[in-house]
């Protein structure tokens, strides 16, 4: 599986940006996809996650009611739409894919990421 993310850039505080991760190699809608982000200096982080189907979904505290995890299956791409963002959310941000399907919190629990996309978030 490849995995492909784009739509970072550079944001005013308090601004939206939506974050897109291209899938192909497998059959996207077997997967689970997350998110995660890695601040300056600091740890990877998990931010959101689907499962296969969409129906289910689960948040960081940090992000819970700001950002909205979406899948397209048809068009094999994850969204991730990130609302009133603040200066702590400027990161690289990574998608990921969980070939059995449900997502995960855990890093460990992903098979296959993608090169990540820069979100600097300014004041």
């Known amino acids: 599986v490849q995995l492909q993310a784009s739509g970072g850039g550079l944001v005013q505080a308090g601004g939206s940006l939506r974050l897109s991760c291209a899938a192909s190699?497998?059959?996207?809608?077997?997967?689970?996809m997350g998110w995660f982000r890695q601040a300056p200096g600091k740890e990877r982080e998990f931010v959101a996650q689907?499962?296969?189907?969409?129906?289910?979904?689960a948040y960081a505290d940090s992000v819970k009611g700001r950002f909205t995890i979406s899948r397209d299956n048809a068009k094999n791409t994850v969204y991730l739409q990130m609302n009133s963002l603040k200066l702590e959310d400027t990161a690289v941000y990574y998608c990921?894919?969980?070939?059995w399907g449900s997502g995960s919190s855990k890093e460990y629990d992903y098979d296959y990421w993608g090169q990540g996309t820069l979100v600097t978030v300014s004041s």
């Open positions: 689907i499962g296969w189907s969409g129906g289910i979904t």
């Open positions: 190699g497998r059959t996207f809608s077997s997967l689970g």
């Open positions: 990921a894919a969980d070939r």
